[in-house]
């Protein structure tokens, strides 16, 4: 059901830019007014756009809302709901770091393979 009226929401809104990007600026303001003939000029088209985006826009803001309750319905809840605050930085180190501290995470754990450290494997001076 969601999907039906997702895609007859995206079919209005298509509708609904196209329809505004016919109607002719008042202002002139893009600089494209009156000069490509006579295409959809006249006052009776003038209202036929005008209807149409009315009712464009009301069938937007009726599928927008049902679009809501549908989701609110199935349980899926806002990204406001997520983790609520954001995650903590790690804390500093007690003291200075030093070369030990350096390492210690640069090195392979005892034991273990060789080559599955945690830190990147590179080549410690000595």
Do not use: C, W
Request: no cysteine; charged share 10%; glycine share 18%.
């Amino acid at each position: 059901m969601e999907t039906v009226i997702i895609v007859i929401h995206l079919m209005v809104v298509l509708a609904l830019v196209g329809v505004i990007l016919l109607q002719k600026s008042e202002g002139g303001a893009l600089g494209m007014g009156g000069g490509g003939g006579n295409f959809l000029s006249g006052r009776g088209t003038a209202n036929v756009l005008t209807r149409a985006t009315t009712y464009l826009a009301a069938a937007f803001f009726a599928t927008s809302i049902i679009l809501t309750i549908l989701h609110n319905n199935t349980g899926g809840g806002s990204i406001l709901d997520g983790s609520g605050a954001p995650a903590a930085a790690p804390s500093a180190p007690a003291g200075a770091a030093t070369t030990d501290d350096l390492k210690n995470q640069l090195t392979p754990p005892a034991g273990g393979d060789g080559g599955s450290g945690t830190g990147p494997q590179v080549p410690i001076s000595q």
